[in-house]
């Protein structure tokens, strides 16, 4: 008789988890209490996986030997809690596909500069010949690529949701970017809770593995001090700090890791900003613990181009640069592209706010910016934070008009700048909606 797996939400990561159970032979259920996408329909039809949408059959789900929860469904959701109640093992979906595969990990997670780290890292292992899947939080589900691949590594991009019910997952390196105010919502508006879900990311590490992370953030200073982890641990920093293993000196990074050295010049590379040394750091001591080539870690580095929705450069119209930072979601991914901008800034942001504290962008807000534009229903803290030193601020309640308006406050040698500080749910289906609604509409202009 087979076990009893049921997958709660249909999304990426739920509809990989479901593919990987039925591959294992278990009896394979799926609810989902929204709508599912018809993509992910037409997959859980394909391959004969039972599923329910806009309604939990809570007698069925209760049925279940195991239960993996997709990382978008909150502990305090009624279906989570009655499972508690029975004391049914329920799991992350990359805890399932990681008790499921031999390959080594690497995870990276953090606030800021996840994704982009994550990219890096996969771009170096890949360039350098290595059998690799780039998956988690970005593309494909781990849990996906587990059963449909065969992969030696797997670079993990990993979100503290993800990381809340884990129970033996382990990478062999694991990234911490750095630990700033994020999804406090989900958290108790805590971030003392929240920093401790990006601290399981070394929670099950021993000491054959590594834990690479900032030394100058000091949210995480201050977690690895109170859980030490058990990894041999490395870490980066702009300036040669006691303890780091990577550093810049003017515009070179200079790594010494294992009684070697690797330096390259920053200034080689498309990516630009302080937040992107960090990240070019942190991804050059992972190619080196690997012991990857130092000129194939260099030319990986130099040829990476950035992701989409990343500080990504749409358009120059009218002398006008306009910039898709759809991906900053959180207040410091605001605060690192407006410290990288040097003209005059047209400031589109809002959506959902997470419990965001704006007040460490006021004084580049001052500096840099000639207006803001907000975008969605919940702006009255934008306002509250920026009237005093913004001169122009202007609502748009859907992307076409925040263009237009951009538009028309700009001159000749301004930036137009989408970088919202905050989720995108209230107009948007995700943070990669927003950025192609942008950029379709300034290519409209």
């Known amino acids: 008789m087979s076990l009893k797996a049921v997958i709660l939400g249909a999304g990426e990561s739920g509809t990989g988890a479901a593919v990987l159970a039925k591959k294992l032979g278990y009896e394979v259920f799926l609810s989902d209490a929204g709508q599912i996408k018809d993509m992910y329909k037409a997959v859980l039809e394909e391959r004969g996986i039972a599923f329910e949408e806009g309604n939990h059959d809570t007698f069925r789900i209760l049925q279940a030997d195991l239960i993996i929860k997709s990382p978008g469904i909150p502990e305090k959701a009624p279906i989570i809690k009655e499972i508690r109640n029975r004391q049914i093992e329920i799991i992350s979906e990359i805890e399932f596909a990681f008790r499921h595969t031999y390959a080594k990990i690497i995870a990276i997670t953090g606030s800021n500069g996840k994704t982009t780290t994550t990219s890096l890292i996969y771009k170096i292992l890949a360039d350098a010949g290595l059998n690799v899947g780039l998956g988690g939080n970005i593309g494909k589900s781990f849990a996906w690529l587990v059963a449909d691949n065969n992969y030696d590594y797997f ?73 030490p982890p058990h990894a041999q641990v490395i870490g980066f920093s702009l300036d040669a700090l006691e303890g780091s293993s990577a550093w810049l000196e003017g515009n070179n990074i200079h790594i010494h890791l294992n009684h070697q050295d690797f330096t390259m010049s920053y200034t080689e590379m498309k990516l630009a900003g302080r937040h992107n040394a960090y990240n070019t750091m942190a991804a050059a001591i992972v190619g080196r613990i690997m012991e990857i080539r130092n000129e194939s870690i260099r030319e990986s580095l130099i040829d990476f181009v950035n992701i989409e929705h990343r500080m990504e450069k749409v358009a120059t119209i009218g002398g006008i640069d306009f910039i898709n930072d759809s991906k900053a979601t959180n207040v410091n991914s605001a605060w690192y592209a407006l410290e990288s901008i040097h003209q005059p800034v047209v400031w589109i942001l809002g959506g959902v706010d997470k419990g965001n504290d704006y007040s460490m962008l006021v004084p580049l807000a001052e500096k840099k910016v000639k207006a803001i534009i907000t975008l969605g229903e919940d702006v009255r803290k934008i306002h509250e934070a920026f009237s005093k030193k913004v001169n122009v601020i202007m609502n748009a309640m859907n992307m076409p008009d925040a263009v237009n308006l951009s538009y028309k406050l700009s001159e000749k040698g301004d930036c137009v700048l989408l970088s919202p500080a905050c989720a995108s749910f209230d107009l948007f289906d995700n943070y990669e909606d927003r950025g192609r609604q942008f950029k379709k509409f300034v290519k409209e202009l």
């Open 155 to 227: 670079v993990l991009e990993v979100s503290s949701f993800q990381l809340d019910d884990i129970v033996k997952f382990k990478p062999w390196i694991s990234v911490l970017t750095n630990i700033t105010e994020d999804h406090l919502d989900r958290y108790n508006y805590s971030l003392d809770q929240y920093a401790r879900s990006k601290m399981n990311v070394t929670l099950n590490q021993d000491a054959k593995d590594y834990f690479v992370y900032c030394l100058e953030d000091e949210v995480s200073l201050r977690k690895v001090k109170e859980f």
